[in-house]
């Protein structure tokens, strides 16, 4: 019966080497910096949404400032029927904004929820992870 030197295991497309030991360490180190890239990907997401989200309130109250100041420049002139189409369709077009930033207030809190559950999830198979590793690690001491 011959011995075969099983020293250079191979797992997927690494070697691990270790005089007589299997090295967990190292099966397991890919997959938590993979989860580690993962958490800080999506803290960045969510704090890229909500940046997104207060630029287009900000941009809203913007415009509907503008359209308060064409109103009110625009109501002291003479009163034709035109003027007055067009200053309720400007009035219109402030209550569209405000529909307008209200939906993205919940579109926001939304998205933010759903990032929030993501990064609990892999916040979790993260701290599993490292306890699995810890716990293996010590019985193999």
């Known amino acids: 019966m011959e ?4 020293s250079g295991i191979s797992i997927g497309n690494k070697m691990v080497e270790k005089q007589g030991e299997f090295d967990f360490k190292a099966v397991g180190k890919s997959k938590i910096e993979a989860l580690k890239k993962s958490i800080e990907e999506i803290k960045f997401l969510i704090g890229e949404r909500e940046k997104l989200s207060r630029d287009i309130f ?19 002139a003479d009163n034709s029927l035109e ?5 309720i369709g400007l009035r219109q077009k402030k209550v569209d904004m405000t529909q307008l930033q ?12 759903l990032l929030k559950k993501e990064l609990r999830d892999k916040e979790q198979e993260l701290t599993e992870k490292l306890d699995r590793m810890k716990a293996i690690s010590d019985i193999l001491e």
């Open 102 to 113: 209200l939906n993205e207030k919940v579109t926001c809190w939304k998205d933010v929820a």
């Open 83 to 87: 003027k007055e189409d067009a200053l």
């Open 3 to 6: 011995f075969q030197d099983i």
């Open 58 to 76: 900000h941009d809203g109250e913007k415009t509907k400032t503008e359209i308060n100041n064409f109103i009110l420049a625009n109501e002291k």
